[in-house]
C-alpha cells in the first residue's frame, strides 16, 4: 500500500490531502492568516444588550461583534448573585473579556469576562479572591499546596489556582 501527500499553497490557504493509491484518505484546509483568538483578552465595547437572550453584543475590532451572556459578565460587574445583564451594561461601555470560542458561520467569538492567564504551574484569575489547587493531585499533595498557598500574600482581587504541574 503506497501513501502520497499532496499539498498545494494558495494565496490564502493550504490544501493538504493524503491519498492511498486512488483514494483519498484525508483532506485538510489551514487558512495561513488564521490566528487563534480563543484565550486572547479584549478591551471591547458594548455595542447591544439583548433582554430576550440575557446577552450582549460586544465589538472586540474582529469585524463581528462577540456574544457575551449573562452569567459570563465580569465579576466586578457583576457582584454578588446573578444579575440580568441590561442592569449591569449600557451601550458604549467599555469592558474586558476574553475569547472563549472561535466565530462559526454567522455567529460571533464567545467571549467571557471571568479572565484566567494560564501558566505552566499556575493560572493567575484577576478579580477573584479565591485561590485552589488543581483536583489531580492527591489529598497528600493538595494539603502540602494548601498550606504553602496560605503563606503566600497575594495582590488583592488576585487569585491562582495551582496546576499538576505545580
Same mark, same amino acid.
Given at each position: 500500500?503506497?501513501?502520497?501527500?499532496?499539498?498545494?499553497? %494558495?494565496?490564502?490557504? !493550504?490544501?493538504?490531502?493524503?491519498?492511498?493509491?486512488?483514494? @483519498?484518505?484525508?483532506?485538510?484546509?489551514? /487558512?495561513?492568516?488564521?490566528?487563534? !483568538?480563543?484565550? =486572547?483578552?479584549?478591551?471591547?465595547?458594548?455595542? =447591544?444588550?439583548?433582554?430576550?437572550? &440575557?446577552?450582549?453584543? +460586544?465589538?472586540?475590532?474582529?469585524?463581528?461583534? *462577540?456574544?457575551?451572556?449573562?452569567?459570563?459578565?465580569?465579576? =466586578?460587574? *457583576?457582584?454578588?448573585? $446573578?444579575? /440580568? +445583564?441590561? &442592569?449591569?451594561?449600557?451601550?458604549?461601555? /467599555?469592558?474586558?473579556?476574553?475569547?472563549?470560542?472561535?466565530?462559526?458561520? %454567522?455567529?460571533?467569538?464567545?467571549?467571557? %469576562?471571568?479572565?484566567?492567564?494560564?501558566?505552566?504551574?499556575?493560572?493567575?484569575?484577576?478579580?477573584?479572591?479565591?485561590?485552589? +489547587?488543581?483536583?489531580? #493531585?492527591?489529598?497528600?499533595? $493538595?494539603?502540602?499546596? $494548601?498550606? +504553602? #498557598?496560605? =503563606?503566600?500574600? @497575594? /495582590?488583592?482581587?488576585?487569585?491562582? !489556582?495551582? $496546576?499538576?504541574?505545580?
Amino acid at each position: 500500500m503506497s501513501h502520497s501527500i499532496l499539498i498545494e499553497r %494558495g494565496r490564502a490557504e !493550504i490544501r493538504v490531502a493524503l491519498v492511498d493509491e486512488e483514494r @483519498l484518505v484525508r483532506f485538510q484546509v489551514q /487558512p495561513l492568516h488564521r490566528t487563534e !483568538i480563543v484565550g =486572547n483578552l479584549y478591551r471591547g465595547v458594548v455595542r =447591544n444588550v439583548n433582554r430576550a437572550l &440575557d446577552a450582549a453584543f +460586544i465589538d472586540i475590532g474582529l469585524g463581528k461583534d *462577540a456574544f457575551l451572556t449573562a452569567r459570563d459578565l465580569p465579576p =466586578n460587574l *457583576a457582584g454578588s448573585g $446573578r444579575r /440580568p +445583564i441590561h &442592569d449591569v451594561l449600557k451601550t458604549g461601555q /467599555p469592558v474586558l473579556v476574553q475569547a472563549v470560542r472561535e466565530a462559526t458561520g %454567522g455567529k460571533g467569538t464567545t467571549v467571557t %469576562g471571568h479572565i484566567s492567564l494560564p501558566g505552566r504551574y499556575l493560572v493567575l484569575v484577576p478579580e477573584s479572591v479565591k485561590s485552589g +489547587i488543581s483536583r489531580r #493531585l492527591s489529598d497528600k499533595e $493538595r494539603d502540602r499546596l $494548601r498550606k +504553602i #498557598l496560605e =503563606n503566600v500574600e @497575594l /495582590p488583592k482581587g488576585l487569585g491562582v !489556582i495551582v $496546576r499538576t504541574a505545580g
